[in-house]
């Protein structure tokens, strides 16, 4: 595990709604968990558990809890090991459970090392039927004690919360409900902390689900409400199959661009080389920058570079003693800040690299016409045949596809045809399955011949801007350079004009809108200053981008905004890994 600074409980708690709290019952549940195991302790983590519980617990807070080895779970024998218990920390999946059960088979066959060592099973966030059947067959379910880990959210910063579940959109498509299940279990044991959320809107199939749920959920606990002041005043869940539009699209703020080109892990990135970069709002330098457009980036940080030059420039005048000490009182912050704007110059040359090669400025071209002409669908035929022709990632190939489809409300019978042999044939017969799966999805899918909404939907909710000013942006089409992500133009217009007064729109896009109020008790929504913003936090059942993210902060900090907006999500997805998560590619069987 790294050793990435986490942010503490007062830093995460630093806005308007305490994530830190969030964060320090689930803590707390873990802890209180691994007390229940008397002596030593070795965890053996599920892959891919260790970055989001790392921002939970990490490994120093651990050791006092007689945690002494941890390491990655993976077939074959458990490392040599002589600890009172090996605790398995796993998300409800059977590939884990026959891992799991390879481990301790192995162990007992090697015949310990004299200790006796007890095995257990933690789920995060909740034990499975299937899986403890599974262990059952496996024939180890005697040697070890199952339990639930009920860690549901991850907070990535002040304002922004993931359930790091990559797989939901697609669960979803397939028929598997258990995401829903786990966000309403989500939404609903955080408003035992942050209050009742008196105001709840919703869009979508699945988000009304996700609220049916919660319906349910607050009945069987008899109605008890939390007895805590509510932070948060309005709740908008909102599927992603609402707006499929807004995932495709390269993001071009530098966040995004980040996570586009080197995927962001729980708040921190990889690149090259090895070398891990936390990111967070903790960051002074990083908090500036993470928003912007990626033109912007440069001038910012050279901006900066003067600024602290110039700081470092003020010992030559310190002529007194006391200037000296004032001098030598700032330098640790300039040291830090100095450090950081080294480190982001050199994230930002890693990223106009890649984005300054011809194919990533053609697709960029292509995505940009198709968002603002979109009408004749069948003219980017020979452009998206030229990039398969150079093999460029297939992922990228199919997000163009895919924007295409959408945008037009589905593509011409003779056109899918077209685009279906051209990834066969190209790429090979082994991603015909993924092909399926897109379609499924919404994603790649033949017209009814009907008028695409997006022409409506463009023009009702202003979708479309050209000639952005990339520096001082107007409008959130800044994201993308000309489009403003279609959820967050939905979000805003909770506030005003109100849904009810938007009904034609809301209905040209799939699945039910809702609106509903919850029953807030004695504490209810107190303001303790008058005019002070209204604190919204929208749900996205499926994912949610960064430049989604971006749109919504960016509208939180106009001066004019009455709201604040807070966002929560099944997982943070690149148009890449949104694509991939609906990928399988068929391998052929080893003779």
């Not at 007890?118 to 966030?125: M, S």
């Not at 059947?133 to 959210?153: D, E, H, I, N, T």
């Not at 967050?488 to 007064?501: A, D, F, H, I, T």
């Amino acid at each position: 595990t790294s050793t990435r600074d986490t942010m503490s409980q007062a830093e995460l708690n630093t806005g308007r709604v305490k994530v830190g709290d969030i964060r320090e019952v689930g803590r707390q549940e873990f802890l209180d968990l691994l007390d229940q195991f008397p002596g030593t302790k070795v965890l053996v983590w599920d892959p891919a558990l260790t970055g989001p519980m790392g921002l939970v617990a990490e490994f120093s807070v651990l050791k006092e809890h007689e945690v002494v080895k941890m390491f990655p779970l993976s077939p074959g024998p458990l490392p040599a090991i002589s600890a009172d218990n090996v605790v398995f920390i796993t998300r409800p999946s059977l590939s884990c459970m026959d891992i799991i059960a390879d481990n301790i088979k192995q162990e007992e066959r090697r015949g310990g090392s004299g200790v006796k060592t007890d095995f257990h099973v933690l789920f995060v966030p909740r034990k499975s039927l299937l899986c403890e059947k599974r262990l059952v067959q496996a024939g180890v379910f005697g040697s070890l004690s199952c339990s639930s880990l009920p860690v549901y959210m991850f907070p990535l910063d002040t304002d922004l919360l993931s359930m790091e579940l990559p797989t939901a959109y697609g669960d979803l498509v397939t028929g598997d409900l258990t995401s829903l299940h786990y966000a309403a279990t989500a939404l609903t044991r955080m408003q035992a902390v942050t209050g009742v959320i008196p105001r709840i809107y919703g869009k979508g199939t699945a988000a009304a689900q996700v609220f049916d749920l919660m319906v349910r959920m607050k009945r069987e606990t008899c109605g008890q409400e939390p007895q805590v002041r509510s932070q948060i005043d309005t709740l908008v869940i909102l599927d992603r199959g609402v707006d499929l539009i807004s995932t495709l699209p390269t993001q071009l703020t530098y966040e995004g661009l980040i996570d586009e080109m080197f995927g962001i892990q729980c708040a921190s990135v990889r690149l090259p080389e090895d070398k891990t970069v936390p990111l967070s709002s903790q960051e002074e330098l990083y908090q500036d920058l993470r928003g912007l457009n990626f033109n912007a980036v440069g001038p910012t940080l050279s901006r900066k570079a003067k600024n602290i030059s110039a700081q470092f420039e003020e010992r030559h005048e310190a002529r007194t003693v006391r200037e000296i000490k004032q001098f030598v009182d700032k330098l640790p912050g300039m040291q830090t800040a100095k450090l950081s704007l080294a480190t982001h110059t050199t994230v930002a040359e890693l990223v106009k690299e890649k984005i300054d090669s011809e194919e990533f400025l053609s697709m960029l071209e292509l995505e940009q016409s198709i968002l603002s002409g979109g009408a004749d669908g069948g003219k980017y035929l020979e452009e998206v045949e030229d990039l398969a022709c150079t093999m460029a990632p297939l992922s990228r190939l199919l997000r163009l596809i895919c924007l295409q489809s959408v945008v037009n409300s589905g593509l011409k019978p003779k056109l899918y045809d077209q685009y279906r042999r051209l990834v066969l044939q190209t790429y090979g017969h082994s991603w015909l399955i993924t092909l399926d799966q897109l379609a499924a999805a919404g994603l790649l899918v033949q017209s009814p011949g009907t008028r695409p909404s997006y022409s409506i939907l463009r023009k009702r909710l202003g979708l479309i801007m050209d000639n952005v000013d990339e520096q001082n942006p107007a409008d959130i089409a800044y994201v993308h350079s000309v489009y403003g992500p279609l959820s967050v133009k939905l979000v805003m217009q909770v506030e005003s004009p109100g849904w009810r007064n938007i009904r034609d729109v809301l209905d040209l896009l799939p699945g039910p809108s809702f609106e509903d109020t919850q029953q807030v008790g004695g504490q209810g929504v107190v303001r303790d200053r008058v005019g002070e913003k209204k604190v919204v936090m929208v749900f996205f059942v499926g994912g949610v981008t960064m430049a989604e993210v971006a749109a919504l902060r960016f509208l939180s900090q106009q001066e004019e905004s009455n709201v604040e907006y807070l966002v929560s999500t099944t997982s943070v997805i690149t148009g890449n890994t949104f694509i991939e998560s609906l990928s399988t590619k068929l391998e052929a069987p080893a003779f």
